[in-house]
């Protein structure tokens, strides 16, 4: 692994094989997937020879390889040969509909898909809607190739460090999904960012050297929170675990000493009702959760598991972190530790002091837009401040809470209510396993909130007095408007979601509209 | 403060002032200087009032403005306020000779110099000499302008992140003092970098939140390497102790709860000598050393006092810092601690095959020329790699090991001797305080070693043969050649020094030379 040639003296440009440079210091530490165990050297040499594979394809700078697969070593593989070879790494999102995934490699005129034996089929399925159809490697192919492959260093050539290196598109909740893209200088940025704020968390809620990695986001959503490139860069041991299973990624924890993931609330909720009731606690296992808002109640539930969830902020369109929480002023009131958190280094904030105070960010690493929509991309960065739609608020220490999307925010009787707050209150309800706030129209209020709840026990769903009455305290505390207690509650058996795991409130506000049953997802 | 405005969506310029943007998070910290406390949040109101009131005096982009302060709240605010403004700070090394400190300032063409009462009289006798004089500000002058200073945000530009933001010269060991520069988006990733190695140094070694800052390598060297910088963006309490003196450095650590410094070995030396035998251990200290080896006998004594030293490498050249040591495997072997360290990220490392092994770096923060001088600058970057003239190796773990300054090392017999090997043996015995080695020529071998010693007690110094002793074994074990074997003693009351505290070799070749006395020094 050699460091690329400067065009002058001191250059340096900010390019993601530049996170190899530290590699000599841990050649031996190992990566795991599969079953299979791969030193650091062996996955350094496996970057060349994926690299000679592609070129051997025809693969040449400036073209888009798509991969898609769960997450495993040749994922990794391509996180740093693709870019480094000049070509465009696409992440797609597999859980998306196969028309829409069809769309997003027609919109990235993709000419390579490395892809897993599992989305063989739907492959297959979409090539008829690609002209011309890219290439492609299945898993089997791509080992063949990795074999036959010069065994001899690639020139990886010296990069515009703006020179792009991912596209993935955004989930899509409304419309079409949107394409957005990250440079390698923004990469490495997020990258550098994240290990000053991450191995300066106190103990337990950190990720140091001596951390054993595994991702529960997919590696096909925002470059798994970019931990990938920082675990690689600090040569941590790393865990790939394939597709998610609750059963496998408790085993991997155990068996390969994991001290560190990130994840969506739904993921953790499914690992805790996958531990049985006497199992021992975990060893410490950390956990960054994003996504959607961290529940205290989720998080003391972990805890008590032995797992450490803290909150951390970001998007598709911020690369994606942009805030982490932490545990300082925490000791008193461990609910600080579900906040969106504190911005990280370089990562200015504001709060659009007209409406219903946006949040919007400054960083280095902040998509410059959606490609080919340039209506949207102006939308995004109004005023040169990258748009949220997430409303919030910065406290006096500078952490961050979220409110609420601004699409989710009810306005009933002139004021603003969050329906994610909504949401907290009334899942502290103990016969309530999941709830969702929609607000619905009404002439008299404007909009009125309407809770779908999710009883554990499906035969005695709660009705909505109780709901009122537990929710009546927090009205007289004045932490929710008196607009805000829902005169109705649907009881459902599971709530609809997205393809990344999000409650998906746009197909709920349709059931409202159409007054349809809500099919079951789950 | 506000983050700059920029030219496009999404574009982001690594500057200085980005290093703020979580200043919210810790408004309240405390930078202790000259016994007073300021909040972050006053410093950021000073940095903005400084730059008004260089404005005020006709300070433009691109102008150099000059400091000679000990360390200093001041110093802390010219290292932001002044490349912030698009200036040039120039940190004037105030231990160097006057002829020598007014080439410096005619060599930048410094237009305004800030400077303590104390070089009050040097400056008066200095500015004949500087044509067109600088204008200056005096310690009550600065507090004077900045009283008066608007109380409002000044409008900091938007600028190129390729601008220089300091400037300052290399100690001349060799000629004239060489002027190197750091541009701002050098000195972001300076900080980035350290803050990702040192957050993620096991406890006790390391620098992270909830650490208490003291610089003790001045702020006019090598940015006090960099960690004003990575101090302010991390919002650590800082603590700035004016001119060095060792009981002052003691009773600040004590007082203010300080537990992060660095320094060369000399000024922990003199530490360690100002420590009453009888005082119980210092609570937790820890101190990267550089500048010159750390012998693992002072290391071993620092750790008696509660002290915990270890070594980092770097130069003017660098920014400086390129590599940090850590403990990892060093519980076996502590000596570890006293290497030059691992190169940190984004650090690419090679050893010159040919010849004595010079190390060669690559890194995003290296001085890109020695200013009006394109002849060294070449020198310095043949191949694309920055030339440390320092003689060293590269371990199987990564680590780097520095044999010696290549103009020191000794060629005896065919054999390539290490200065700095031998006088870490010859400091072995018990009655020497310091030691020197200096290649002598000699007709018949190229050089021979002469040993410099300075005994503990002056009126019984140890003869050659004892040292010969004593060296025998690392000569039958293969660590030295039995051509370093040194023939000649001479004994001394001090070493001479340069100013920044290295041992001066060039003086005491110069003695060899001329056979005169050395001159006493301190």
């Not at 400036?62 to 070879?85: C, I, T």
């Not at 003391?300 to 932490?326: F, N, W």
């Not at 105070?357 to 902040?366: I, M, V």
């Not at 016969?431 to 026990?457: C, K, N």
């Given at each position: 692994m050699h460091s690329v040639e400067p065009a002058s003296p001191g250059d340096y440009p900010l390019l993601i094989g530049q996170l190899l440079a530290n590699l000599p210091q841990f050649a031996e530490q190992e990566i795991v997937s599969e079953g299979q165990r791969f030193t650091y050297d062996t996955f350094a040499r496996r970057i060349h020879r994926l690299a000679h594979l592609l070129t051997g394809m025809g693969v040449k700078p400036g073209m888009v390889v798509a991969v898609m697969d769960w997450d495993s070593h040749r994922y990794l593989e391509a996180y740093f040969a693709v870019p480094m070879m000049g070509a465009v790494l696409q992440t797609v999102n597999?859980?998306?509909?196969p028309a829409q995934i069809a769309f997003t490699l027609r919109q990235t005129g993709a000419q390579l898909l490395i892809h897993h034996a599992d989305f063989a089929e739907l492959v297959a399925g979409i090539m008829p809607a690609l002209s011309p159809a890219p290439q492609f490697i299945a898993v089997e192919g791509y080992e063949a190739g990795l074999a036959v492959a010069p065994d001899e260093d690639f020139a990886f050539p010296l990069l515009d460090?703006?020179?792009?290196a991912t596209r993935f598109h955004t989930t899509g909740t409304s419309g079409d999904p949107k394409a957005v893209g990250f440079t390698h200088r923004q990469l490495v940025l997020h990258t550098m960012a994240l290990a000053g704020t991450l191995a300066n968390q106190p103990y337990g809620e950190g990720f140091r050297r001596g951390d054993v990695y595994m991702p529960m986001t997919p590696m096909f959503h925002v470059h798994a929170w970019g931990m990938p490139y920082l675990a690689t860069m600090m040569g941590a041991k790393q865990v790939y675990p394939g597709r998610y299973e609750p059963a496998r990624l408790l085993a991997l924890q155990r068996e390969e000493g994991v001290t560190f993931s990130h994840c969506v609330p739904t993921i953790l909720r499914m690992l805790l009702d996958a531990i049985p009731p006497e199992a021992p606690p975990l060893p410490r296992w950390t956990m960054i959760i994003g996504g959607s808002a961290l529940h205290e109640d989720l998080r003391r539930q972990a805890l008590e598991r032995g797992i450490v969830a803290l909150g951390g902020y970001g998007m598709s369109e911020t690369g994606p972190v942009v805030a982490v929480s932490r545990s300082e002023g925490a000791r008193s009131d461990p609910a600080l530790l579900c906040r969106a958190g504190y911005p990280v280094p370089l990562v200015w904030v504001r709060s659009d002091t007209d409406g219903p105070h946006e949040l919007q960010f400054r960083a280095p690493w902040l998509t410059r837009d959606y490609n080919g929509d340039p209506a949207a991309s102006r939308d995004l960065w109004r005023e040169g401040w990258l748009h949220t739609q997430d409303v919030g608020a910065i406290g006096p220490d500078g952490a961050i809470t979220i409110a609420d999307r601004m699409k989710d925010m009810i306005k009933s009787g002139g004021e603003w209510v969050s329906s994610l707050a909504l949401e907290a209150l009334c899942l502290t309800h103990p016969a309530l396993a999941e709830v969702a706030v929609i607000g619905m129209p009404d002439q008299r209020w404007g909009e009125r909130p309407v809770l779908f709840a999710v009883p554990l026990d499906a035969t005695v769903p709660p009705d909505i007095a109780e709901i009122r009455t537990l929710l009546q305290p927090a009205v007289e505390a004045g932490a929710?408007?008196?607009?805000?207690?829902?005169?109705r509650l649907i009881a459902i058996k599971s709530l609809p979601r997205t393809s990344v795991g999000k409650i998906d409130k746009k197909r709920l506000k349709a059931f409202l509209k159409d007054d349809q049953v809500i099919p079951k997802k789950r």
């Amino acid at each position: 692994m050699h460091s690329v040639e400067p065009a002058s003296p001191g250059d340096y440009p900010l390019l993601i094989g530049q996170l190899l440079a530290n590699l000599p210091q841990f050649a031996e530490q190992e990566i795991v997937s599969e079953g299979q165990r791969f030193t650091y050297d062996t996955f350094a040499r496996r970057i060349h020879r994926l690299a000679h594979l592609l070129t051997g394809m025809g693969v040449k700078p400036g073209m888009v390889v798509a991969v898609m697969d769960w997450d495993s070593h040749r994922y990794l593989e391509a996180y740093f040969a693709v870019p480094m070879m000049g070509a465009v790494l696409q992440t797609v999102n597999v859980r998306l509909a196969p028309a829409q995934i069809a769309f997003t490699l027609r919109q990235t005129g993709a000419q390579l898909l490395i892809h897993h034996a599992d989305f063989a089929e739907l492959v297959a399925g979409i090539m008829p809607a690609l002209s011309p159809a890219p290439q492609f490697i299945a898993v089997e192919g791509y080992e063949a190739g990795l074999a036959v492959a010069p065994d001899e260093d690639f020139a990886f050539p010296l990069l515009d460090e703006n020179s792009l290196a991912t596209r993935f598109h955004t989930t899509g909740t409304s419309g079409d999904p949107k394409a957005v893209g990250f440079t390698h200088r923004q990469l490495v940025l997020h990258t550098m960012a994240l290990a000053g704020t991450l191995a300066n968390q106190p103990y337990g809620e950190g990720f140091r050297r001596g951390d054993v990695y595994m991702p529960m986001t997919p590696m096909f959503h925002v470059h798994a929170w970019g931990m990938p490139y920082l675990a690689t860069m600090m040569g941590a041991k790393q865990v790939y675990p394939g597709r998610y299973e609750p059963a496998r990624l408790l085993a991997l924890q155990r068996e390969e000493g994991v001290t560190f993931s990130h994840c969506v609330p739904t993921i953790l909720r499914m690992l805790l009702d996958a531990i049985p009731p006497e199992a021992p606690p975990l060893p410490r296992w950390t956990m960054i959760i994003g996504g959607s808002a961290l529940h205290e109640d989720l998080r003391r539930q972990a805890l008590e598991r032995g797992i450490v969830a803290l909150g951390g902020y970001g998007m598709s369109e911020t690369g994606p972190v942009v805030a982490v929480s932490r545990s300082e002023g925490a000791r008193s009131d461990p609910a600080l530790l579900c906040r969106a958190g504190y911005p990280v280094p370089l990562v200015w904030v504001r709060s659009d002091t007209d409406g219903p105070h946006e949040l919007q960010f400054r960083a280095p690493w902040l998509t410059r837009d959606y490609n080919g929509d340039p209506a949207a991309s102006r939308d995004l960065w109004r005023e040169g401040w990258l748009h949220t739609q997430d409303v919030g608020a910065i406290g006096p220490d500078g952490a961050i809470t979220i409110a609420d999307r601004m699409k989710d925010m009810i306005k009933s009787g002139g004021e603003w209510v969050s329906s994610l707050a909504l949401e907290a209150l009334c899942l502290t309800h103990p016969a309530l396993a999941e709830v969702a706030v929609i607000g619905m129209p009404d002439q008299r209020w404007g909009e009125r909130p309407v809770l779908f709840a999710v009883p554990l026990d499906a035969t005695v769903p709660p009705d909505i007095a109780e709901i009122r009455t537990l929710l009546q305290p927090a009205v007289e505390a004045g932490a929710i408007s008196r607009y805000a207690l829902p005169d109705r509650l649907i009881a459902i058996k599971s709530l609809p979601r997205t393809s990344v795991g999000k409650i998906d409130k746009k197909r709920l506000k349709a059931f409202l509209k159409d007054d349809q049953v809500i099919p079951k997802k789950r």
